[in-house]
């Protein structure tokens, strides 16, 4: 898959999530995973990506099939094959959930439902993003991924 698109947050933040992985947060408060225990045990469980960007701004995402040189990388379930990569603030929680409107910065991306290792690397404003296959499920951090 190559998708190349652009963000804007306001929180530092890159949020990757299927649809339906989030759906248990969408009753909470709209900044339930600024508590770090939270985002921490939801990342853990392979609910989300949260990748802390540092900070705030115009990033450009670029998915594509590989990526060149050093990454780091994280499990994420995909139940439902709806997968949103976009700003922090527009994850699934205070009773909405990312849609396609022009209010949500980022996209939802189709993938094949099942468990995937999601490699990803920075360079300056640009996140690159790749999706692998994997029989893995959760991970194992004990504090927020920063890239």
């Given amino acids: 898959m190559n998708k190349k698109f652009s963000i804007s947050t306001d929180t530092a933040t890159l949020s990757i999530f299927d649809l339906v992985s989030l759906r248990h947060r969408i009753n909470d408060d709209a900044d339930w995973w600024s508590i770090p225990e939270d985002e921490i045990a939801e990342v853990n469980q392979g609910n989300v990506i949260f990748l802390n960007l540092g900070i705030d701004g115009e990033y450009k995402i ?81 504090d927020i991924v920063r890239v």
Avoid at 62 to 80: A, F, K, M, T, V
């Fill in 62 to 142: 670029n998915i594509c099939d590989e990526i060149d040189g050093q990454y780091d990388s994280l499990y994420l379930n995909i139940p439902s094959g709806k997968v949103f990569i976009g700003a922090g603030e527009d994850t699934s929680g205070g009773d909405l959930e990312p849609d396609n409107s022009e209010y949500i910065s980022g996209a939802i991306v189709d993938l094949a439902p099942g468990s995937y290792e999601l490699r990803f690397n920075k360079e300056l404003n640009c996140i690159n993003i790749s999706f692998e296959p994997s029989k893995i499920k959760v991970n194992h951090i004990t």
